[in-house]
């Protein structure tokens, strides 16, 4: 991986990265004090399982009736979701994230999770 390249993807290159055992409870106040919408799940040495995100606590969670001190990353993220290399074409981003219909993808490098890419990175 080059610097350059993934510099022109990743715009957040320390996302928040939790284990599956977190409790939702935890990544929402992890989530806010860092301001980012989402988590990835990973497990060891940083091998993404899932990512969770706030309409992810909305839906899954709260209007579920869930309790989020209770229930952890692992019952309610979106299992092995959608990633992309570092080296990807932001073109290639935007159309993937709309067809995806989804506002973060995780960015893998050789096996490891080194950033996310959010659909708020790219400007119309």
């Known amino acids: 991986m080059t610097v350059d390249a993934e510099a022109q993807i990743v715009?957040?290159?320390n996302p928040l990265m939790l284990?599956?055992?977190t409790s939702v409870m935890e990544a929402a106040q992890q989530m806010h004090a860092r301001h980012v919408r989402a988590v990835l799940v990973t497990e060891g040495n940083a091998n993404l399982v899932g990512i969770f995100t706030e309409r992810d606590?909305?839906?899954r969670v709260l209007a579920a009736g869930r309790d989020p001190v209770a229930t952890t990353l692992a019952e309610v993220m979106t299992n092995n979701p959608e990633t992309i290399?570092?080296?990807?074409p932001a073109i290639e981003v935007v159309r993937?994230?709309?067809e995806l219909r989804v506002r973060h993808l995780p960015v893998i490098?050789?096996?490891k999770t080194v950033g996310v890419v959010v659909r708020n990175d790219f400007p119309e």
């Open 11 to 13: 715009r957040q290159p």
């Open 96 to 98: 993937l994230m709309r």
């Open 57 to 59: 606590a909305i839906s």
């Open 85 to 88: 290399p570092p080296q990807h």
């Open 109 to 111: 490098d050789d096996g």
């Open 19 to 21: 284990p599956p055992r």
